[in-house]
């Protein structure tokens, strides 16, 4: 069975850090690049990391570039996304899929930066 399944969200106080595991299971996911999304209140989806099969190359948003670090452990199929510098806007449930995507989407983890 193929799943995705995100945690470490919470409430965080602008100026402060989380970080976020996606846990991949059912699919060869240490040949995949895999990928962070994030979708705030009343907004699209969009995407936020991306990080090789290997580990080695990644990519990231404008907006999130600089405080943001995607990583993975093959071994255990999970990626992280270490979140610094958290600011209001980076409120959002967060998501991770494969690349290319599977047609569905995990629960999410929600992150909520408030004073």
């Known amino acids: 069975q193929v799943q995705l399944v995100e945690s470490g969200g919470g409430l965080v106080q602008p100026g402060g850090s989380l970080r976020l595991s996606c846990a991949a299971s059912?699919?060869?996911?240490?040949?995949?690049?895999m990928d962070w999304y994030r979708q705030a209140p009343g907004k699209e989806r969009e995407w936020v990391a991306r990080?090789?099969?290997?580990?080695?190359?990644?990519n990231y948003a404008e907006s999130v570039k600089g405080r943001f670090t995607i990583s993975r452990d093959n071994a255990k199929s999970t990626v992280y996304l270490e979140m610094n510098s958290l600011k209001s806007e980076d409120t959002a449930v967060y998501y991770c899929?494969?690349?290319?995507?599977?047609?569905?989407w995990g629960q999410g983890t929600q992150v909520t930066v408030s004073s």
């Open positions: 899929n494969r690349y290319p995507p599977l047609p569905f």
């Open positions: 059912g699919f060869a996911v240490s040949t995949y690049m």
């Open positions: 990080i090789f099969a290997s580990g080695s190359f990644t």
